[in-house]
């Protein structure tokens, strides 16, 4: 359950709708996301599905939408980091509504950011060290940085969509393929009964040959799966730090910040890049012609066959 203590500044309207739990409305205590980018107490979580096991199906309490309990429960559903930090800003930054204070002048607060030196600096630095610079206004200076962090942050927001448009494909391509796998071992089955005084062995060998591949094929999709889950998870919640940052962030705040996340959407959008060029496995099963019996090195049964087709937005190449 969420701690009862918050500071003034996280219980204003607008951050609240971040950093308090749709359940119990306090400030979030161990803060879990859900898939549908909705974050909820653990514990709270825990109270509101406790007739619910790992692997169950269970709706989102706030937008409804399913999902279903991790195998090892709900602690491990991934904590929401960047709303903790939120958090703990509005902690750290509670009572400082009047400005940052000068290192050099510790009665003058950082009003003004050199444009030369790349930094904020009070108006005693101004007048004593950065005289011959030029130097905006800090909160002139947020907000020319906080647009061009939007800029940056439209394309990685794309991106997540794109990927999730590719994970609901696997989704569906990996159901499609065991459809047919299971369509091959019932052919293969039915195949090898036409000639299973001679070919028993080449039963058996056919039917672990498609196990195999079935397996092999599962634990490749899971990897891909797993990597466009945590590209997608980083890139939210960078996007989330960016809302908030040019939002709700101090003049101060978007200065010392927007960089740094510039430089970290390129990182983002040059790690995760979609592949244009996967294709989408499938398997089929070729019966053995009976004329072809007496051919030597030849299965009796018949073969698996492996097909590809083009398919988009499938993998991440990074």
């Not at 200065?255 to 060029?277: F, G, H, M, P, W």
């Amino acid at each position: 359950m969420a701690a009862a203590r918050a500071s003034a500044e996280l219980r204003q309207p607008n951050v609240s709708e971040l950093v308090d739990c749709p359940i119990c409305y306090e400030v979030l205590q161990n803060a879990k996301s859900l898939p549908c980018l909705h974050t909820f107490c653990l514990q709270c979580l825990k109270d509101y599905w406790k007739d619910k096991r790992a692997g169950e199906s269970v709706d989102c309490p706030l937008c409804r939408k399913p999902l279903d309990i991790p195998p090892s429960g709900l602690d491990s559903l991934p904590n929401n980091f960047m709303v903790q930090k939120l958090i703990e800003i509005g902690d750290a930054s509670s009572g400082s509504s009047g400005g940052i204070p000068c290192e050099d002048h510790p009665d003058k607060r950082l009003e003004l950011y050199c444009l030369g030196c790349k930094r904020t600096i009070c108006r005693k630095c101004q007048w004593a060290t950065h005289r011959q610079h030029e130097y905006q206004e800090v909160a002139v200076v947020a907000e020319e940085l906080a647009k061009s962090l939007e800029k940056a942050t439209s394309p990685v927001q794309q991106r997540i969509e794109e990927l999730q448009a590719a994970l609901e494909q696997q989704q569906a391509d990996d159901y499609q393929f065991l459809v047919a796998a299971k369509a091959v071992d019932v052919a293969a089955k039915q195949q090898g009964e036409k000639v299973k005084n001679t070919v028993d062995s080449q039963v058996g060998k056919l039917l672990r040959e498609i196990r195999e591949m079935k397996s092999e094929e599962q634990k490749e999709a899971k990897s891909r799966k797993a990597a466009m889950e945590l590209a997608i998870s980083e890139m939210q919640l960078f996007v989330a730090s960016s809302l908030e940052l040019r939002t709700k962030g101090s003049p101060y705040d978007v200065v010392c910040k927007a960089n740094y996340l510039q430089t970290r959407a390129s990182q983002l959008l040059e790690t995760y890049v979609i592949s244009a060029d996967t294709v989408a496995t499938a398997v089929s099963f070729v019966p053995m012609n009976i004329d072809e019996l007496s051919l030597g090195g030849q299965n009796l049964v018949g073969r698996v066959c492996r097909l590809s087709g083009p398919r988009k937005l499938a993998s991440l190449s990074s």
